[in-house]
């Protein structure tokens, strides 16, 4: 599984979820922590100013209290989500459509092999690309 959070620029933080892992509270927090490090280095003018929001839908894991309270903690503004709207999440209709389609029929011998395409077809979205999927995405 992979988990990316991007912004207008384009990516600033992915990871993979390793094989049988669940996703609950406790591994959240730790890609928020991650999360929090690559805005840092990132993008240190929302660092600075703390204008960042964040944007996840309302998996329990994501809505839980240990959660809110982490968010609530570091000052991490979320951006409501409505209830039942699965398809407001940019990834969903831009970033994982767009990945798909470039490494679709291609075969790979390891999960190290798809990681590795993934993240190379992933840091070649140029940010026009990510500006113009956030244009579309204000619009709904």
Request: charged share 25%; hydrophobic share 35%; aromatic share 10%.
């Amino acid at each position: 599984m992979l988990v990316v959070f991007s912004d207008w620029k384009g990516i600033v933080n992915h990871e993979f979820v390793p094989c049988g892992q669940m996703v609950n509270e406790q591994l959240y927090q730790e890609v928020l922590s991650r999360l929090r490090d690559g805005v840092r280095r990132k993008r240190p003018e929302l660092w600075e100013n703390q204008t960042g929001m964040l944007h996840h839908d309302n998996t329990p894991t994501h809505a839980s209290l240990f959660i809110s309270s982490y968010l609530a903690k570091h000052q991490t503004s979320v951006v409501p989500h409505p209830p039942y709207s699965s398809d407001l999440a940019l990834a969903d209709f831009f970033l994982f459509p767009k990945l798909k389609t470039t490494l679709k029929g291609r075969c790979f011998q390891t999960n190290e092999d798809i990681q590795e395409n993934g993240i190379r077809e992933m840091r070649a979205i140029t940010e026009s690309a990510f500006q113009e999927a956030f244009q579309q995405w204000k619009k709904h």
